[in-house]
């Protein structure tokens, strides 16, 4: 069973400045998908990045980028200029090729300090 | 873009009573809905998983007469919790994939008293 590791329950960054959410996950499928989700104060859902296995090129959008490493299985977020409003939890998440299902990760509490 | 709606955003119910929790796609046919639970300061964990027309797929340890799953049409499922106990208690989502993506509901806070 495909399993995804958050190895950093918290985390904390400056305004501004960069910050760096692991993920780790284990699979022996060569299709899937991978998603970074984040969880504000709300609790609603908002789907911030998603990167398909086939694909070499990390994904980007504006400032949050991922360096996807499929060998080692790993799939780090990266969030530049962090601001205020990216204080939330962070989900890390699997979807096979096969299924529709996503599996989340533990959760990374991230905070952003002005 | 898509929308889930999701009913009601908090209830209170007391021991021994059902309640029913309804996830609406808005503006697109939802065939399949995922049900998680979050327990607070803790993940997503998939309950179930309903496909319209079908009978829904729960995952181990979920037990299928306590959380009653209906998807009778493409843009409903619901979710029925009966005989609530108070450790029922917890935040339930629904989520219906769409184009290889999700689209979430705005979840349930649920308390049994």
């Known amino acids: 069973a495909q399993t995804v590791t958050q190895s950093q329950p918290e985390m904390s960054v400056q305004e501004a400045e960069t910050v760096t959410l692991s993920c780790t996950y284990d699979?022996?499928?060569?299709?899937?998908?991978l998603f970074w989700y984040k969880q504000p104060p709300s609790r609603q859902m908002i789907l911030v990045i998603r990167?398909?296995?086939?694909?070499?090129q990390n994904a980007t959008e504006n400032r949050f980028s991922v360096n996807f490493q499929k060998a080692a299985k790993s799939f780090s977020l990266k969030i530049s200029d962090s601001q205020l409003g990216d204080a939330a939890m962070y989900f890390c998440?699997?979807?096979?090729?096969?299924?529709?299902?996503?599996?989340f990760g533990t959760g990374t509490r991230l905070q952003v300090f002005p | 873009g898509a929308v889930v709606s999701q009913h009601p955003s908090r209830v209170i119910c007391k021991s021994g009573t059902s309640v029913k929790i309804e996830c609406r796609s808005l503006?697109?046919?939802?065939?399949?809905m995922f049900w998680y639970r979050q327990f607070p300061k803790q993940s997503l964990m998939l309950m179930a998983t309903?496909?319209?027309?079908?009978?829904?797929?729960?995952e181990q340890g979920v037990e299928k007469d306590k959380f009653l799953i209906n998807h009778a049409s493409l843009t409903l499922s619901t979710l029925t919790v009966t005989s609530a106990h108070p450790e029922d208690s917890s935040f339930y989502i629904c989520?219906?994939?769409?184009?290889?993506?999700?689209?979430f509901g705005s979840g349930t806070r649920l308390t049994v008293v």
């Open positions: 989520s219906a994939s769409l184009n290889y993506g999700y689209t």
């Open positions: 699979t022996s499928e060569s299709d899937y998908y």
């Open positions: 990167q398909e296995a086939y694909k070499q």
């Open positions: 998440a699997y979807r096979s090729g096969n299924t529709d299902k996503l599996i």
């Open positions: 503006d697109f046919q939802a065939t399949t």
């Open positions: 309903s496909n319209e027309g079908s009978k829904a797929t729960y």
